[in-house]
């Protein structure tokens, strides 16, 4: 089934880790990819997107996204977490042949816990 | 940064009662959508709305479900008779443009049937 996968359900890291959340999708075609954030207690915001272009996005509070077509994956990456990054990600998918325009498909969420 | 903003944040509600959740979309975007996300499980796409009408809905999205934007600022989402398993976290999202424009979400109201 066209879906969007992430690797992990929960990572924990120490403050100044590297992070990586993989992401995975399975439709074909041109995507729209997005990472969204929501911290605790907080809505959903948009970290970065990708429509076209440069395959590494960079989005705010230091994090990036590369696109890999061949893999069909987006990861995200931060080189140095801090305890303020704890909150839950999403990675999401716009395939506009394959469903729709208006159409967002979420992953499950990765639960990031930063230990001070 | 204008943001999307939803009320109530909280709606306990009896099975087989009407409930509205309200919307306000970031105001000049033109393109209107919910989802909802059932405890544990992922964001799911309901429904969307451009030019007063529906653009698209899923098959969640059934005739027990409407919306309307009923004054040009705020759009609503009607469930006429709730099911237990209506119980979930419902986002309100707008866009600029369906296509090159991200969708930006509101805080959810969360929607508890008893």
């Known amino acids: 089934a066209q879906s969007v996968s992430q690797h992990n359900h929960h990572v924990i890291l120490s403050e100044a880790a590297s992070l990586e959340l993989g992401c995975n999708y399975s439709y074909g075609g041109t995507v729209n990819l997005f990472w969204y954030v929501q911290y605790p207690g907080q809505h959903l915001q948009l970290l970065l997107k990708y429509f076209s272009g440069d395959p590494l996005v960079k989005g705010i509070k230091g994090f990036e996204a590369e696109f890999i077509k061949s893999k069909f994956s987006f990861n995200l990456r931060k080189p140095s977490v801090q305890w303020s990054d704890t909150a839950e990600y999403f990675c999401?998918?716009?395939?506009?042949?394959?469903?729709?325009?208006?159409?967002?498909?979420f992953g499950p969420g990765t639960s990031l816990s930063v230990i001070p | 940064e204008p943001e999307v903003t939803q009320t109530p944040s909280h709606q306990v509600t009896q099975m087989g009662q009407e409930v509205i959740l309200r919307c306000v979309p970031i105001s000049n975007h033109l393109y209107f959508y919910w989802y909802r996300q059932i405890l544990g499980q992922k964001v799911e796409f309901l429904v969307s709305f451009y030019n007063n009408e529906i653009s698209e809905k899923s098959e969640i999205f059934d005739d027990q479900f409407s919306v309307e934007r009923p004054d040009g600022s705020n759009f609503t989402l009607k469930i006429r008779s709730t099911k237990l398993e209506d119980s979930a976290m419902y986002f309100c999202a707008s866009s600029l443009d369906r296509v090159n424009q991200p969708q930006h979400f509101g805080d959810g109201t969360r929607l508890s049937i008893l």
């Open positions: 999401a998918v716009n395939a506009p042949r394959e469903t729709s325009y208006d159409k967002v498909i």
